[in-house]
């Protein structure tokens, strides 16, 4: 059974791993200007950010990729965005984690599948953003090797043997 400290713990790492990411990309040059890498983190952060907008049961309003400019932009609105997400965490109660998600773009789904798509709830939901933040980052992780980077270890049982630290954000200014 998951719980509420599961879920907090699995927002609190992934806060801790994008930031940890956004500074190895940030510190590579490569990295920090190619294309695929960008797109991966702009999805990332996208994705958490439209899962927060239903949570808090606000208007959708996700930026384009060319509209957040350059790398450390990007980094920048990605640590605004967890500011929502971990503010959400703070205060979300049972009731609300039980609460049925209606989500949007569902209706795809149910095209590209050609079936009705079963309820989820806002909990539920959060388990999602985790499990898909953690899939992309394999892939900038993979990608950032390939350029010969150095990828930080973001993996959740990383973050408990370090005793759960806080995250550590580039600084825009470098």
Do not use: C
Not at 8 to 14: F, I, V, Y
Not at 23 to 30: D, K
Request: proline residues 6%; without cysteine.
């Amino acid at each position: 059974m998951r719980t509420r400290n599961d879920r907090t713990d699995l927002m609190h790492h992934g806060e801790w791993a994008d930031a940890s990411l956004w500074t190895a990309i940030l510190s590579h040059p490569s990295a920090a200007s190619d294309g695929q890498i960008l797109e991966w983190m702009v999805h990332i952060h996208s994705v958490q950010q439209a899962f927060h907008t239903l949570w808090i049961g606000e208007e959708l309003d996700i930026p384009t990729r060319e509209s957040l400019g350059a790398a450390s932009e990007i980094a920048a609105w990605a640590q605004q965005g967890h500011v929502g997400l971990q503010s959400f965490v703070a205060t979300a109660t049972e009731e609300t984690l039980d609460r049925i998600l209606p989500i949007p773009w569902a209706t795809y789904f149910e095209k590209r599948f050609g079936r009705s798509m079963g309820p989820v709830t806002v909990g539920e939901s959060m388990l999602q953003v985790a499990l898909h933040s953690t899939h992309h980052r394999g892939q900038v992780t993979s990608k950032l090797r390939q350029l010969e980077g150095d990828p930080p270890n973001v993996d959740y049982i990383a973050w408990l043997w370090f005793e759960r630290p806080a995250p550590l954000w580039p600084d825009p200014d470098q």
